[in-house]
Nanobody, 123 residues
Framework: QVQLVESGGGLVQAGGSLKLSCAAS????????MGWFRQVPGRVREFVAG????????HLIDSVKGRFTISRDNAKNTVYLQMNSLNADDTAVYYC????????????????WGQGTQVTVSS
């Protein structure tokens, strides 16, 4: 099993930046592809970014390309989401998740989830 704890959320003005971290414990971190998802109340949880077990492959949704970067440090058992040029549409609870198989856009493919961290962008 893997336990995931997100941090780094908060309130930021439009155009600002935040860096989310997700610390993993338990099973071997490099066994897992990792993903970041976000959810707004009343809406489906959506995939934002994913990274393969060794960081060799990444994928971001079109709305965050050029603004967000996903990375991981397997020595620190941590995955990051650097978010720049934030706008009001980025306001959501952000979750990290671990997938024992491969990088996937499908939330149902992920085995373990963190508790989420709130990101609020004020305009």
């Amino acid at each position: 099993q893997v336990q995931l704890v997100e941090s780094g959320g908060g309130l930021v003005q439009a155009g600002g930046s935040l860096k989310l971290s997700c610390a993993a414990s338990g099973d071997t971190f490099s066994n897992y592809a990792m993903g970041w998802f976000r959810q707004v109340p009343g809406r489906v949880r959506e995939f934002v970014a994913g990274i393969s077990w060794n960081g060799g492959r990444t994928h971001l949704i079109d709305s965050v390309k050029g603004r967000f970067t996903i990375s991981r440090d397997n020595a620190k058992n941590t995955v990051y989401l650097q978010m720049n040029s934030l706008n009001a549409d980025d306001t959501a609870v952000y979750y990290c998740a671990a997938n024992a198989r491969s990088l996937s856009f499908d939330k149902n493919a992920y085995d373990y989830w963190g508790q989420g961290t709130q990101v609020t962008v004020s305009s």
